[in-house]
């Protein structure tokens, strides 16, 4: 039987709002039915071009606001970001070494990190299934929806559950 992954994109203190506020206890519960749990933190480091382009200064190093706003649970692993994905060479040797083929994938924010991690995937041969349910977005409920249509449209319909 196959390996099942979850990838929990950026569940931070620092994303957490009314639109968002669900999500912690939500996936805290769904990491129990997995294998493998992988949690990402994103990390906006001082001079990114998160904060030059984007005016965007939250999630320091070293704030409350980067800490996961869920608790993993025993053996997950906790990846560090300072990019939208963190699919790159030795995430994508961490799945396979552990004969993973497909990826659930939950967190925050739709529009962006969890996209870009689902699309990554995809390019790189690995199945992603975002779980819309598991996702929401800081940002407006028009982005939320928006971020689906294009997920489709990334990665087909049938992985968007």
Wanted: proline content about 3%; hydrophobic content about 45%.
């Amino acid at each position: 039987m196959e390996a099942k992954a979850l990838l929990i994109v950026d569940v931070q203190k620092g994303f957490i709002n009314e639109r968002t506020k669900h999500i912690p206890a939500m996936v805290e519960r769904l990491q129990n039915e997995y294998d493998l749990v992988i949690a990402t933190r994103f990390i906006n480091l001082p001079g990114s071009l998160y904060r030059k382009l984007i005016h965007w200064g939250h999630l320091s190093p070293g704030t409350e606001e980067v800490e996961l706003a869920f608790r993993p649970k025993e053996g997950a692993i906790v990846l560090d970001k300072t990019v939208y994905t963190c699919v790159n060479d030795e995430f994508v040797a961490l799945l396979k070494e552990n004969g993973i083929e497909e990826v659930d994938i939950c967190g925050i924010d739709t529009d962006i990190c969890v996209t870009k991690c689902a699309v990554d995937l995809f390019e790189r041969g690995i199945v992603p299934v975002v779980l819309k349910d598991y996702c929401a977005t800081h940002a407006h409920a028009d982005v939320q929806e928006a971020a689906f249509v294009i997920l489709k449209r990334y990665i087909g319909g049938s992985q968007v559950r």
